[in-house]
């Protein structure tokens, strides 16, 4: 609403001459629609004690993010920060109810208190940590090419993955889009939905690799071996990174929990359980 009080420039054709008291009225009658546009587009996150009286803390997760969180064949949720989500309910005394989201919906559905934190694959980026409240490094990263094993000798370096007769496939809305579209000039992008039919691109070979994080390289490539293969096992260079959790800035409360929550963590377990380095 506010964006279409202010963006709209289509010209005024005067119909007739508006006296003083008219125009007075007309000045408050669009500052009273300001401030109600203002208000009402400022969604403010549940704070601390609101998510504690409700006794549930809602999570956002894409949900097609593995080992982090992934359906399984039966569609029941799981990965390694489901895991970690439920137990930060526990240690918080509350009932977590995952939320859907998608990467490209992610911030706008934070921003709208849809849930209270996001996790499921979230990196730490320059652009989030301006927006967002980010929490304490999760899991170390980077980004490696995840290819289907046929392709994968050929791939082991960008120079060698940026070239014509290379078919590249990727999901909108996350930073391995961002990385493709920076870095691939010459190869073919394949460009599809989400992060599921990047993967069955790679099974049906009808795309050679996709740019994705070494924590979810390494998932696939011991989940199906001889199907996906990590091309390159060192990370591209300038992509070390780290997942985080990722909440909104008004409710500093939550961040200081999920902190300390962290950092009393033993996440080695967890880390073996999915597979995860370091």
């Not at 039966?74 to 989500?85: F, K």
């Not at 170390?140 to 290819?147: D, E, P, R, T």
């Not at 961040?255 to 963590?265: A, F, G, I, P, Y």
Request: charged letters at 25%; proline letters at 5%; a neutral charge.
């Amino acid at each position: 609403m506010l964006r279409m009080v202010l963006t709209d420039k289509r010209p005024i054709t005067p119909a007739r001459k508006i006296d003083n008291d008219k125009d007075g009225e007309m000045k408050l009658t669009v500052g009273l629609a300001l401030t109600l546009a203002i208000m009402t587009c400022g969604a403010q996150a549940r704070d601390m004690q609101t998510i504690e009286h409700s006794g549930e803390l809602k999570v956002g997760v894409p949900g097609d993010y593995a080992p982090l969180a992934f359906r399984n064949a039966a569609g029941e949720l799981q990965g390694y920060d489901v895991d970690m989500a439920r137990d930060l309910g526990r240690t918080l005394g509350l009932k977590v109810s995952f939320v859907y989201t998608s990467w490209p919906a992610l911030a706008a559905d934070l921003r709208a208190d849809k849930f209270d934190i996001a996790m499921g694959g979230v990196t730490q980026t320059p652009a989030r940590a301006k927006d967002f409240a980010l929490s304490h490094p999760v899991v170390a990263n980077g980004k490696i090419a995840l290819a289907n094993c046929q392709a994968a000798p050929r791939l082991g370096s960008l120079a060698k993955i940026d070239r014509p007769e290379v078919k590249v496939v990727v999901n909108p809305g996350g930073t391995n889009q961002s990385f493709v579209d920076e870095h691939i000039k010459q190869a073919q992008i394949i460009r599809v939905q989400n992060n599921v039919d990047n993967l069955e691109a790679l099974r049906q070979k009808t795309a050679d690799m996709m740019v994705t994080d070494l924590i979810e390289g390494d998932y696939y490539q011991s989940k199906e071996p001889g199907v996906f293969c990590v091309a390159n096992e060192t990370p591209f260079a300038g992509t070390a990174s780290d997942k985080v959790y990722m909440m909104n800035k008004d409710n500093p409360a939550l961040l200081e929990k999920v902190n300390q929550w962290l950092d009393s963590q033993d996440k080695e377990v967890l880390k073996r359980k999915w597979k995860i380095r370091g």
